[in-house]
């Protein structure tokens, strides 16, 4: 599956922003997503992650209760809404694409966090937070 991310700019503290990601392909409702993001100067950090049909989902404690991922298997897109954005969630953010027949069932298991257990990546999207 090729990944498309989208919707990154520059907001202000405090504001909103929903990025997106579309796939391409028939297989992409057979995959678990995952939003991930990479500040300067530091190691790509998992953001959120939801399970192939959509009911489950997960978050990093830095996203939780600002941060909503969602997803239309109809129209291939995987979305997360940001809220409440802070400074430091300025980054680059990506999607991934978790097709382990296994583990894209559920949003949480020991290894969704981690970047290997992703098999497609998309190009990232640059999301500036301002004071």
């Known amino acids: 599956v090729q990944l498309q991310a989208s919707g990154g700019g520059l907001v202000q503290a405090g504001g909103s922003l929903r990025l997106s990601c579309a796939g391409s392909g028939r297989t992409f409702k057979d995959y678990a997503m995952g939003w991930f993001r990479q500040a300067p100067g530091r190691a790509r950090e998992f953001v959120a992650r939801i399970s192939r049909g959509g009911a489950g989902t997960y978050y990093a404690d830095s996203a939780k209760g600002r941060f909503t991922i969602s997803r239309d298997n109809v129209e291939n897109t995987v979305y997360v809404q940001m809220n409440s954005l802070k400074l430091e969630d300025t980054a680059v953010y990506y999607c991934?694409?978790?097709?382990?027949?296994?583990?894209?069932?559920?949003?949480?298991?020991?290894?969704?966090?981690?970047?290997?257990?992703?098999?497609?990546w998309g190009q990232g999207t640059l999301v500036t937070v301002s004071s």
């Open positions: 991934g694409a978790d097709r382990n027949l296994r583990y894209s069932r559920v949003a949480y298991y020991t290894g969704a966090t981690h970047l290997e257990n992703y098999d497609f």
